[in-house]
RNA sequence: GCGGAUAUGGCGAAAUAGGCAGACGCAGCAGACUCAAAAUCUGCCGAUGGUGACAUCGUAAGGGUUCGAGUCCCUUUAUCCGCACCA
């Protein structure tokens, strides 16, 4: 029984501009490491498919004047034809496309079942909005206040949307990090943006109300120092808590609030704010706590208000000076209280804390909490960054959400029986900008009839981000024609986990997090049985072409489809392995093929003659040091010098070659098999040209033998004080003394009128002398 | 601001466990073959000085540990990436 090995790449989104010589790195990348597996004695499944829905897709067919459904297919065609050309041993038969409808019909599935289970919801609450794409983003989707896809400045806009809770897995989803073979820079990123601390949660009563403000806190142990409170301007509090003669200022600081983007709300250093005109209640001291309100204070982390200790954080200290607020140290480096200049934000010794005084701050830490607890004033508690996934996009080209709105029964999902939910035509696919997506304007789709009561009900007009048919598409290769269930158990226990998932960095949070959280679900509903998806990661870094990322617009991008007709496929493979450490981005050189081409050249010289019968020792032992260098260099992954081990080796061997005729033929087999992973086709060729019937990938991989590798002699280096000054021979076997007194007869004019001090030798190394 | 990564010839880079820095390739130079070109082959190819064998310097900068440092430790700088008012 062979063993079963699943080696993936990121599928690509069909993008209108084909792929370029960066996209191909990956992908050769997975292919030479599928093969290389392949003749280690694996079934391989190494399949691949199209993410076609979502907003380039769509983008582009608006720019183009087609049909989402028209230009997707064209694209699907285009990108299809050069995949081929890498001549990877790609499932064909196992293809996948997130558009078909018996694929989505399971992209629907899932979401009906965290529907069901509670993990889907919906709501009306402000959220990211691009206005260019007109579409609301989940929190992943924003770098730097802009929309990840088209670059626009995001802004908030109230939008009623399909929420998935995430954060229920948080935990969970930070937890099995520890046990993924990732680069440990993604699963940084990943702990990072789900960001747990650990803190405390206090109320605060408000005085003559009966309202209490929760906030939270990492630092309990500044309570005695908060002289006011800040809440989030768009806290469910504010016009409650804001008195008659404040409340016309206030208001207008919150419209003001809600119009700001998130880039101007970022990089706004000065803080703004605007009082209340109410007092809270400090719990351990009862002191009056003025309450504000200020957008650094942020509404989706935490309760969205939180308790100010100006002495203790910097934010609040620029607040109070900025507003006149008393500033209160309740920490001391030393125990003695003295003015601050600025916020002391280390750990202390505690003062102006009534019965904590004297103790050590990261102890009261603890002790705060605990107190609080004991009277019912607060609580240790945990807190995430991660927010709930905005689901919901009010875009066309997306898969529809499964759900029925009925006057009478409300929110009801549509029976499994009926999926999919078809994504219907339409004449007008643009996007409406209105906060609903261009299937509402399709009447005769939307009304339909509740299939609880049977009356007339109205169909969910929003659609899925692209996301939602990346998050488990790995789990439908192996079946993808399977109509009864979404994976077999029998597929998915011979091939999944996946083994090897290559691609780039960029999906380090968004669609890995997502596929993370969709697998641990699915296994919590018990569809699968492994609860992460993905067991070994590999980003392969960019290829860079004067300096920058290819892209259309810098008019950088090198297409591989002319190289391959002048060089042939092989040629690019190798230099796409070459050009660099796989997990660094390179600069492309289009000469740099050349040499690549050269070395196949050269490499094929060594076949012209096969009537050497024996394989001499000479070559056996370059033979099996081949195999070592290639093998051990593959499996770290140094696909660069596995290609500049093979030029080495090859004019190596071509030397032999001029003096003794040809090489062997079991050396020039062996050569070949190391070569097929990188060189498929090449490595077929001569393969059958040295008379093989077999399939190359049938064979096995080499073995090196380390005793048949070992040099009985050796030119060491011999040092005087560090310094190189001489060369010997030596035998391996050769005792210290012996060798050491060469090494001194080797050098010993330029050790004239010097004394030794020391002799060091490094077993066949160096040899070095220490004199002066 | 916080966190991470990187820094080696004209260029891409290599260097098990601290042991000849620059393998391999690109570009360049010289030569062979050729009427010529392409292709191929041979040699040179870090800097400075010297006709030369050779000498000195050299892995971002400065210090340290060591017989010996690209590699380990400390400080600094530059570039890239991630996060960013996260209480």
Not at 342 to 350: P, R
Not at 495 to 506: A, N, Q, R, T
Not at 515 to 533: C, H, N, S, W
Not at 728 to 735: A, F, M, T
């Amino acid at each position: 029984m062979k063993k079963n090995y699943y080696c993936l790449d990121m599928f690509p989104y069909p993008s209108g501009n084909g792929l370029h010589v960066g996209h191909w790195r990956g992908y050769v990348l997975s292919d030479v490491w599928s093969r290389y597996q392949m003749l280690h004695g694996y079934n391989i499944l190494h399949p691949m498919g199209w993410d076609a829905f979502g907003l380039p897709a769509e983008n582009y067919a608006i720019a183009q004047k087609k049909h989402p459904a028209i230009s997707t297919a064209h694209n699907i065609e285009n990108f299809k034809r050069q995949l081929k050309e890498i001549n990877a041993v790609y499932d064909w038969d196992k293809e996948i496309n997130t558009t078909d409808p018996k694929y989505y019909k399971w992209t629907q599935w899932i979401f009906l079942k965290m529907f069901e289970h509670g993990l889907a919801y919906e709501k009306e609450m402000p959220i990211n909005w691009c206005p260019s794409c007109k579409t609301g983003l989940a929190n992943e989707e924003v770098k730097d206040g802009q929309c990840d896809r088209c670059g626009t400045v995001a802004t908030k806009k109230n939008v009623r949307q399909w929420m998935l809770k995430i954060t229920e897995y948080a935990q969970r989803l930070l937890d099995d990090l520890s046990g993924l073979d990732w680069p440990e820079k993604v699963k940084k990123m990943q702990s990072d943006w789900i960001g747990k601390s650990f803190g405390a949660e206090i109320d605060f009563e408000v005085e003559g109300t009966d309202k209490k403000i929760k906030v939270f806190t990492t630092r309990p142990d500044t309570l005695y120092g908060s002289t006011f409170m800040v809440l989030a301007p768009e806290h469910e509090l504010v016009s409650e808590l804001a008195t008659k003669e404040q409340l016309p200022e206030v208001e207008k600081y919150v419209f003001d609030a809600s119009t700001k983007s998130a880039v101007n709300r970022m990089t706004e250093k000065d803080k703004t704010g605007v009082f209340l005109g109410s007092y809270a209640i400090n719990p351990l001291n009862n002191e009056k706590l003025p309450i504000w309100i200020s957008d650094y204070v942020l509404s989706d982390y935490g309760t969205g208000a939180i308790m100010c200790v100006p002495a203790h954080d910097e934010r609040d200290f620029a607040f109070a000076k900025k507003f006149n607020l008393p500033i209160v140290p309740v920490i001391s480096k030393d125990g003695n209280v003295v003015e601050l200049e600025e916020a002391f934000t280390e750990e202390g010794i505690m003062v102006n804390s009534q019965s904590f005084n004297g103790m050590k701050s990261a102890e009261a830490k603890l002790k705060i909490p605990d107190y609080l607890e004991e009277h019912g004033i607060g609580k240790k508690t945990v807190n995430y960054k991660l927010r709930d996934w905005v689901f919901s996009r009010q875009r066309y080209w997306g898969e529809p959400i499964p759900i029925i709105h009925c006057s009478k029964c409300g929110i009801v999902g549509v029976p499994e029986e009926e999926l999919p939910v078809e994504l219907p035509d339409v004449t007008s696919y643009e996007p409406t900008g209105t906060g609903e997506s261009p299937l509402a304007a399709i009447d005769e789709w939307v009304n339909t009839t509740c299939p609880k009561c049977g009356g007339p009900a109205k169909r969910e007009t929003n659609t899925m981000p692209q996301w939602a048919g990346s998050s488990w598409y790995f789990l439908r290769y192996p079946n993808p024609n399977n109509d009864k269930e979404l994976i077999s158990k029998e597929d998915m226990k011979k091939w999944l986990p996946v083994d090897m998932y290559v691609g780039g960095i960029e999906h380090a949070v968004l669609h890995l997090l997502y596929a993370r959280f969709y697998t641990k679900f699915l296994y919590d509903i018990g569809v699968v049985d492994f609860v992460e998806p993905f067991t070994r990661l590999f980003n392969q870094g960019m290829v860079t072409k004067n300096g920058a990322k290819m892209s259309k617009s810098k008019g950088n991008v090198v297409s591989p489809d002319e190289l391959v007709k002048k060089y042939g496929c092989d040629a690019l493979r190798i230099y796409e392995l070459f050009i660099g450490p796989p997990e660094l981005d390179s600069e492309w050189d289009d000469r740099g093929i050349e040499g690549v081409h050269r070395f196949l050249n050269k490499f094929k010289r060594l076949f012209e003659n096969t009537n050497q019968k024996a394989q001499t020792k000479e070559v056996e032992k370059l033979c099996h040091k081949m195999i070592y260098d290639i093998t051990t260099r593959m499996e770290s992954f140094s696909l660069n010098t596995v290609v500049s081990g093979f030029m080495e080796y090859t004019n190596k061997l071509l030397d032999i070659q001029k003096s003794i005729g040809s090489i062997d033929k079991t050396t020039l087999k062996t050569l070949t098999i190391l070569l097929a992973p990188l060189a498929p086709d090449t490595a077929k060729d001569i393969w059958v040209n040295l008379g093989q019937t077999s399939d190359i990938f049938e064979q096995e991989w080499p073995k090196y033998d380390l005793e048949k590798m070992k040099d009985d002699t050796a030119e060491i280096v011999v040092q005087i004080s560090g310094k190189v000054s001489g060369k010997i021979n030596i035998n391996l076997d050769e005792d210290e003394k012996s060798i050491l007194d060469k090494a001194k007869k080797a050098i010993e004019n330029k050790l004239l009128g010097k004394k030794i001090l020391k002799e060091i030798y490094v077993k066949g190394r160096i040899v070095n002398i220490v004199a002066k």
